[in-house]
């Protein structure tokens, strides 16, 4: 079932009892063939723990006050023993569970930060005038506002797919939205290329502008991408 966009809002504010987030393609991939596989995990851990050991002696060395004085990195695998330690379960803290969730992000975050980035330089590179937004780009590194604008455009003219925001209906009696009764075990999702290609959201949205979404007065300035 395509969800229209004005519907997105209250989809999405349903609590997971009722509606919860599904998408089947990628639960298969990544339960079916990758986390459930015995061979992936354990080879990564070799790689993963003994880094993970490391950072877990000078966290505690800090905690004790025996450290070198350098501040600690600033990094997901910092942000994770951080958090963990928190808990106060000495479980959590186990170099084996951090390299677990570390791999659990790096697997859902990795592809979609490869494609965004690949897609924009693609497309960057492609538009006409190229040269004159890699200019500014280029002249701007030290606050990168122009670039967030470009990832944004290329986001929304490069889209990793036709849907987006993918739901299924958990509740025994179904789900209601506009008026509609949705089963149970239905699967739902938003049309994001057709709302990206629409000129009532976008002026000339088969062009690629790369600072679209720059400036107060620019047509686009709120942006509207369905991530």
Same mark, same amino acid.
């Given at each position: 079932?395509?969800?229209?966009?004005?519907?997105?809002?209250?989809?999405?504010?349903?609590?997971?009892?009722?509606?919860?987030?599904?998408?089947?393609?990628?639960?298969?991939?990544?339960?079916?063939?990758?986390?459930?596989?015995?061979?992936?995990?354990?080879?990564?851990?070799?790689?993963?723990?003994?880094?993970?050991?490391?950072?877990?002696?000078?966290?505690?060395?800090?905690?004790? $006050?025996?450290?070198?004085?350098?501040?600690?990195?600033?990094?997901?695998?910092?942000?994770?023993?951080?958090?963990?330690?928190?808990?106060?379960?000495?479980?959590?803290?186990?170099?084996?569970?951090?390299?677990?969730?570390?791999?659990?992000?790096?697997?859902?975050?990795?592809?979609?930060?490869?494609?965004?980035?690949?897609?924009?330089?693609?497309?960057?590179?492609?538009?006409?005038?190229?040269?004159?937004?890699?200019?500014?780009?280029?002249?701007?590194?030290?606050?990168?506002?122009?670039?967030?604008?470009?990832?944004?455009?290329?986001?929304?003219?490069?889209?990793? $797919?036709?849907?987006?925001?993918?739901?299924?209906?958990?509740?025994?009696?179904?789900?209601?939205?506009?008026?509609?009764?949705?089963?149970? $075990?239905?699967?739902?999702?938003?049309?994001?290329?057709?709302?990206?290609?629409?000129?009532?959201?976008?002026?000339?949205?088969?062009?690629?502008?790369?600072?679209?979404?720059? $400036?107060?007065?620019?047509?686009?300035?709120?942006?509207?991408?369905?991530?």
């Amino acid at each position: 079932m395509v969800i229209p966009p004005s519907k997105l809002k209250p989809v999405l504010s349903t609590p997971e009892r009722i509606v919860d987030a599904h998408a089947s393609q990628a639960e298969n991939i990544s339960a079916d063939y990758t986390m459930r596989d015995p061979n992936v995990f354990p080879s990564n851990y070799e790689v993963d723990i003994p880094l993970i050991e490391e950072r877990l002696r000078n966290f505690n060395a800090r905690v004790t $006050g025996d450290h070198d004085g350098k501040d600690p990195p600033n990094d997901i695998l910092q942000w994770l023993i951080e958090e963990s330690a928190s808990t106060g379960n000495p479980d959590q803290i186990s170099s084996r569970s951090i390299a677990h969730r570390l791999l659990l992000l790096n697997f859902n975050s990795v592809p979609p930060l490869s494609m965004t980035l690949s897609s924009t330089i693609f497309d960057l590179y492609s538009a006409p005038g190229a040269e004159n937004y890699i200019e500014a780009l280029r002249k701007e590194c030290d606050e990168l506002h122009l670039l967030d604008f470009t990832i944004h455009e290329s986001m929304r003219y490069s889209e990793f $797919g036709y849907l987006a925001f993918p739901r299924r209906v958990n509740a025994p009696g179904g789900f209601e939205i506009g008026g509609v009764k949705v089963p149970k $075990g239905v699967h739902m999702e938003i049309p994001m290329h057709n709302i990206h290609m629409d000129p009532d959201f976008y002026s000339e949205p088969t062009r690629f502008n790369p600072f679209r979404f720059a $400036g107060p007065a620019a047509p686009d300035a709120e942006s509207r991408a369905l991530p």
